[in-house]
């Protein structure tokens, strides 16, 4: 009796298994197609776009792996390869929020104050504490940080350039070199010239937030990359709106103070009030 293999008959020398190299492999679950052009108009990035973004319809995104955990997000570094034949890659930041985090959405009140959950079902799972609960509040989180990259992005301060957001999940512009990220402003040793020039950029940054009515809210020395010469600011999913919320005035001093201590601490004359008093002439 002949055994039935899924090649039938044939001799196994001349099966091979076919697979167009360009295609996502399955069975890899780290490669997966681009969700780019799945996503609702407004969760893709706005324009114009930098030329790295890859926007072909077949693109495969690979995780490359992670670049930092933490208690509230995981930020992984990813490549986005187009199958067109252009050979165009590009390497972003993925920060996907945990949907296990301890910190609730709802309950970080002095930061949310203007900005509550809407739909009742969605409040209410909130105050449960239900996985669907926990999941609401990590997408709340990666919402938030999203349109803030994007407003803020677009009113030309230097935040990565927002690519997509999906669900819990954030694409960003990876900033660093060559597959090796930027170190976080508190791990460099800079040059006093390259500290003043730092704490312009810094200085602008957020001026040109203030001048949009808001503060970062959790400015540091670990919230800023320095990117070579360049200075870029992340994780802005608490931005405070300076006037309306009323802690605001607290949140940009605090922030004011953190940053002036560490270029202070390196021998830059700087100093908090001033920067603080500077800012808030911005905001009103
Ligand atoms: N766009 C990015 N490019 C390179 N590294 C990044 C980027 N975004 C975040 N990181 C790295 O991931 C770390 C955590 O990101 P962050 O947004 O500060 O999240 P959190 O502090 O909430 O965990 C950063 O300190 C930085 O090292
Ligand atoms: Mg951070």
Redesign the pocket.
């Known amino acids: 009796m002949t055994q039935h293999t899924p090649t039938g008959d044939l001799d196994p020398f001349f099966v091979f298994e076919f697979r167009p190299i360009d295609e996502p492999d399955e069975h890899d679950p780290d490669r997966r197609p681009s969700t780019y052009w799945d996503l609702e108009r407004g969760c893709r990035g706005p324009h114009p776009l930098p030329d790295w973004v890859v926007t072909d319809r077949g693109a495969v995104d690979t995780d490359l792996g992670t670049?930092?955990t933490?208690k509230?997000?995981d930020?992984l570094l990813v490549r986005r390869e187009a199958t067109d034949g252009s050979g165009h890659t590009a390497l972003m930041?993925a920060?996907r929020y945990r949907d296990d985090r301890h910190r609730s959405f709802h309950r970080s009140a002095a930061y949310t104050e203007s900005r509550r959950a809407r739909r009742s079902r969605d409040t209410r799972a909130l105050d449960r504490k239900s996985s669907y609960g926990r999941q609401v509040a990590a997408s709340m989180w990666a919402q938030a940080e999203w349109q803030a990259l994007c407003r803020y992005w677009e009113a030309g301060v230097a935040v990565?350039y927002p690519v997509q957001v999906d669900g819990t999940e954030i694409l960003?512009?990876?900033?660093?070199d060559d597959g090796l990220?930027?170190p976080?402003l508190a791990q460099t040793r800079p040059d006093p010239d390259v500290l003043g020039h730092y704490f312009e950029q810094v200085r602008d940054a957020m001026v040109r937030l203030a001048a949009q009515g808001v503060t970062h809210g959790d400015l540091s020395p670990?919230?800023v990359?320095a990117d070579g010469e360049r200075i870029v600011l992340?994780?802005l999913p608490q931005v405070v709106d300076i006037v309306a919320n009323p802690q605001g005035m607290d949140f940009l001093l605090r922030d004011c103070e953190n940053i002036c201590r560490w270029f202070g601490a390196r021998g830059l004359h700087v100093d908090a009030r001033e920067l603080f008093g500077e800012l808030v002439s911005f905001a009103v």
């Open positions: 670049i930092k933490g509230e997000a930020v930041a920060k990565p960003m512009e990876f900033v660093g990220a930027a976080r670990y919230n990359l992340i994780d």
